[in-house]
């Protein structure tokens, strides 16, 4: 490469105002701007040599997984100055989506390079690089996208090497939305690996069909519903698409009333949510893979699905489940005591949610089969603190995460037990438990035990808590030092006088439905703490400079006037420590 001339300031200046004059003016045909220095190119002679720039890509970085192939290549920005510039893009997000970002160096590869070619094109007169132009587009989401290719030629190109780029692509298929929105989209973007569709329309064979045939390296697919659109998927056709579908490895969706009963075969499903299911006849899973299964019935009496011969089903081809949920009204103790028999080995988070007939001999079940739980969902079931203290006995060193939410049986004295045998304990959701039972919501639990309660926890690694919907406690001691979140929700009896909250580290409060002064109260406590926390006194060096030591608030006084920096220029910006949700 040739070095370029030194060229004074005010010819550059001069350059670029020709150049965006040039763009702003109306041409007529003929009429063209100089590729080298902006100015009408008629009847002028360039004094600027030919630019030689570089193309050789530069190495790769750790992209999004959406951009992976257009933000692979920094290009090299020409400028006015002798040495060309480098322009380094780091933290990149999606381009279709608008996600944390992800590392995704394992998708890149050498044919992103050479087929993108963005070293050296331009786009538009006036200098306007198709990196810069990029940038500015992998920021829309997919409508804006489609509205900025019919810009221009330029525009439109970047945006058809953008969607087939694209990697994870998020659609809201809005109602009046016909199955060519959706094929049309699908078509642009032939590497697409994750596909998350928010339907508020119907949706049937036609457009599972559709993302069968337009994603062939599809691997992740989310469908969820909204408003009154209706899935009308059945269990036949979601059969064949899993089966056909072999690199697929997560499947979540939602609003399957309509499936009646599947059969899913799949040597590389390994993840697998089902909501809204309803009366299945059968439900046959030959998934040898499948690590995560959650399923989601509906609340109505008159399900007929044979939870016993499900669990069975998947003790004998998914032994390697990792994770359950199940939320059903049909859970009882035969159910567990089938899931039980199975003996998953790896298993380590467990959910069963809503059993109202599950009690304490299914957590004496439980915990005699599987003493590795590290999650253990037991909302909505008949537990009692003697099931607490089983679940402690048997699970003190491995369980982190414990939810008996819905449970009324259970007291304030099991609570405070469980966070006192629980070392490991990191979320606890005692939501709806100590509840008071004059309450005139009826969704209240009837509670047996006494109306106010107190309640006493004191935990080294605590970080979330949640008592929504306690109504019957009256006081409130909380001396954990790792929480982050509290949730107090409904708590109307909790009175400010009777409650101690000592987190230094807090951060999120929900207090809607308490007293004002409740939240007044946990304001204060909140802020004492953290000014509790804090070291407020200045360090000074002793007269040799050998050792710091700390100083008096005289010294602090006198050390902090100072006539070069006012009192306007020292003020402190205070911010909130603590976040209250009321």
Not at 156 to 185: C, N
Request: with cysteine.
């Amino acid at each position: 490469m040739q070095p370029q001339p030194h060229i004074p300031p005010a010819t550059a200046n001069a350059a670029i105002s020709a150049a965006l004059k040039s763009q702003r003016v109306k041409k007529n045909r003929g009429s063209y701007s100089c590729g080298r220095c902006g100015q009408p190119k008629k009847g002028h002679v360039c004094h600027l040599p030919p630019l030689d720039v570089p193309s050789t890509p530069i190495a790769p970085e750790p992209v999004t997984s959406i951009s992976a192939a257009a933000s692979s290549t920094r290009s090299t920005v020409v400028s006015l100055s002798s040495a060309p510039l480098r322009q380094s893009f780091t933290n990149l997000r999606r381009a279709l989506s608008f996600d944390d970002d992800v590392d995704a160096r394992d998708s890149l590869d050498e044919s992103d390079l050479t087929d993108l070619n963005l070293d050296t094109e331009i786009v538009q007169p006036g200098r306007f690089h198709a990196v810069v132009l990029w940038e500015v587009l992998k920021r829309l989401p997919p409508s804006g996208l489609l509205m900025a290719a019919r810009v221009c030629k330029g525009w439109r190109e970047t945006a058809r090497k953008m969607w087939k780029a694209a990697e994870e692509l998020r659609i809201r298929v809005p109602k009046r939305a016909q199955i060519g929105y959706v094929g049309s989209l699908l078509q642009k973007c032939p590497g697409l690996v994750t596909l998350s569709l928010k339907l508020e329309s119907d949706f049937d064979a036609t457009t599972l069909a559709c993302i069968a045939f337009s994603c062939p390296n599809l691997e992740v697919l989310e469908i969820s519903t909204c408003g009154a659109a209706v899935n009308r998927i059945s269990g036949d056709e979601l059969g064949r698409f899993v089966s056909n579908k072999h690199g697929l490895t997560s499947l979540k969706m939602e609003g399957c009333s309509n499936l009646g009963g599947f059969s899913l075969t799949s040597s590389s499903l390994s993840t697998l949510w089902l909501a809204d299911l309803h009366s299945l006849s059968k439900m046959i899973f030959n998934c040898p893979n499948l690590i995560e299964i959650s399923l989601e019935f509906s609340r109505q009496e008159d399900d007929s699905t044979d939870l016993v011969t499900m669990v069975d089903g998947l003790g004998r081809s998914c032994t390697r489940l990792q994770n359950i949920h199940i939320a059903s009204l049909k859970l009882s103790h035969t159910v567990v005591l089938a899931l039980t028999a199975v003996n998953f080995r790896c298993l380590r988070m467990l959910s069963l949610v809503l059993g109202i007939d599950i009690t304490d001999a299914s957590v004496a079940a439980i915990s005699s089969s599987y003493t590795n739980l590290e999650l253990l969902d037991l909302s909505g079931s008949s537990i009692t603190d003697t099931g607490l203290g089983m679940i402690c006995d048997a699970l003190p060193d491995t369980l982190s995460k414990l939810l008996v939410a819905l449970c009324p049986n259970i007291t304030s004295s099991g609570i405070q037990f469980a966070t006192a045998q629980l070392p490991l304990l990191e979320l606890m959701d005692c939501g709806m438990t100590v509840s008071d039972p004059n309450s005139d919501n009826p969704s209240t639990p009837q509670k047996t035990s006494g109306y106010n309660q107190k309640m006493f926890i004191k935990h080294k690694r605590l970080k979330k808590l949640s008592l929504w919907g306690c109504s019957s406690l009256d006081a409130l001691f909380l001396n954990c030092p790792e929480l982050k979140d509290l949730n107090l929700n409904l708590c109307s009896n909790l009175q400010p006088e009777s409650l101690v909250i000592q987190c230094p580290k807090l951060e999120l409060v929900y207090a809607s439905g308490c007293q004002n002064l409740l939240t007044v109260a946990i304001r204060k406590q909140v802020s004492e703490n953290s000014a509790a926390g804090e070291n407020h006194l200045l360090r000074k060096r002793l007269a040799d400079g050998s050792k710091r030591i700390q100083a008096l608030p005289s010294l602090c006084q006198e050390t902090g006037e100072d006539d070069n920096y006012p009192a306007k220029k020292r003020r402190k910006v205070e911010r909130e420590v603590c976040t209250i949700i009321h």
